[in-house]
């Protein structure tokens, strides 16, 4: 039980998007669609607006700055050119290449279960796609400074099977609902799409990290639901009372929901299909004694939050996650309830606002990509 307790600490791992944000279309419902044009400033300026609703919640959001970020910064636009080449607007000078570039790295959902175990963080790392996997050097060096500080050695370990991450992970008191993709059932009836979170892989989660076998419930997901936080998400009521799973009945293959709802009894809370397909209100996070939620989620869907004793905040998303799929968890990685830090810590938001904040003067405006850099390139 102490392990399921733990997972949800108030403090969060978060990545900035990167100056050249860009979806590079395929994995989802939404990033399926092709778009040339994003802002940049807007997407940065709705990452600065979670992670002040982090702290408003009486939480802090952990993260590092990347050089890698640094040649596309102080530029009013950007370009990207059919071969990949990120240029200033109007510009033949090449700053770098989108095919070089972590589009994904604001998905921190998808980062490693962490655990405290006496004097160790450990850390079962996710096994995305290959385009995704150079961000799990993100999450090393950030844990492993992050463990120094805190006193504590650090300790990854690689996850052999495919395993999105913590997404797929919704810890609900003495229960934890693990979700994962079959092939030929979540895109039944559709082109295939993207290989998602494997049950070999969120078993080896859960083993790494201690579970009991009668604490786990797994379930499958079906399209266009590619993780579990897009399905659900774990309230615990700042009452103390009985944790809940916020969950939508249709976003699980086969009997998936009946299974979840025999596991949970009397604990979910329904989400309607507009506000779990269409508004992402499955990728709300809680923190402490808030919830941050997608801007355009129901007022009845809020009201059910507010029930639950719940402070809740809205974050529009239009920008970040509105041409890739996703909300607030998404761009989160809870860290566990355990682990300390100084006030004064480098990785914390209160102590970078300032300087978070005068940075999104350096993030380009606009981006404009040539359609000929999403020809031929897989969808699903």
């Given at each position: ?144 400074g992050i463990a120094e500080a805190a006193g504590l050695a650090f300790e990854p370990t690689d996850n052999p099977h495919r395993w999105e991450g913590m997404a797929d992970v919704a810890a609900v008191g003495d229960k934890v609902v693990l979700t994962y993709a079959v092939a030929g059932h979540y895109d039944r ?183 000929e850099f999403f020809a031929g390139k897989a969808r699903g």
């Amino acid at each position: 039980m102490s392990v399921l307790a733990d997972v949800a600490g108030d403090l969060l791992v978060v990545r900035p998007p990167v100056p050249a944000t860009c979806n590079k279309a395929g994995a989802n419902y939404k990033s399926e669609v092709t778009h040339l044009d994003y802002a940049p400033r807007r997407a940065y300026d709705e990452w600065l607006a979670i992670c002040d609703g982090i702290v408003a919640s009486g939480g802090d959001a952990l993260f590092a700055f990347e050089p890698a970020d640094e040649a596309c910064l102080g530029h009013a636009a950007l370009e990207v050119d059919g071969d990949g080449a990120i240029r200033p607007a109007g510009s033949r000078e090449v700053l770098g290449n989108l095919g070089d570039v972590d589009t994904g790295r604001v998905f921190t959902a998808n980062g490693p279960w962490v655990t405290r175990v006496d004097r160790t963080l450990r850390a079962v790392m996710p096994h995305m796609l290959p385009h995704r996997r150079r961000e799990a050097g993100y999450f090393r060096q950030l844990l492993g400074g992050i463990a120094e500080a805190a006193g504590l050695a650090f300790e990854p370990t690689d996850n052999p099977h495919r395993w999105e991450g913590m997404a797929d992970v919704a810890a609900v008191g003495d229960k934890v609902v693990l979700t994962y993709a079959v092939a030929g059932h979540y895109d039944r009836g559709l082109a295939p799409k993207s290989a998602r979170s494997s049950r070999e892989g969120v078993t080896f989660a859960a083993d790494h990290a201690g579970v009991a076998p009668r604490a786990r419930v797994h379930a499958e997901l079906v399209y266009p639901h590619f993780h579990g936080d897009t399905v659900h998400f774990a309230v615990h009521p700042p009452d103390g009372g009985p944790a809940v799973l916020v969950h939508y009945a249709g976003g699980l293959w086969g009997d998936g929901h009946d299974v979840v709802a025999r596991a949970l009894p009397g604990r979910l809370v329904p989400i309607g299909m507009a506000d779990a397909v269409h508004n992402y209100a499955g990728n709300s996070r809680q923190v402490n004694r808030g919830v941050l939620v997608n801007d355009d989620v129901s007022v009845g869907f809020v009201a059910s939050l507010e029930r639950l004793g719940l402070t809740v905040h809205r974050v529009a998303l239009v920008e970040l996650f509105g041409k890739a799929g996703g909300g607030p968890a998404c761009a989160t990685l809870q860290l566990p309830r355990t682990l300390s830090l100084p006030a004064n810590a480098p990785w914390r938001f209160s102590v970078q606002r300032e300087v978070a904040f005068a940075r999104r003067e350096t993030i380009p405006e606009r981006l404009r990509v040539s359609p000929e850099f999403f020809a031929g390139k897989a969808r699903g």
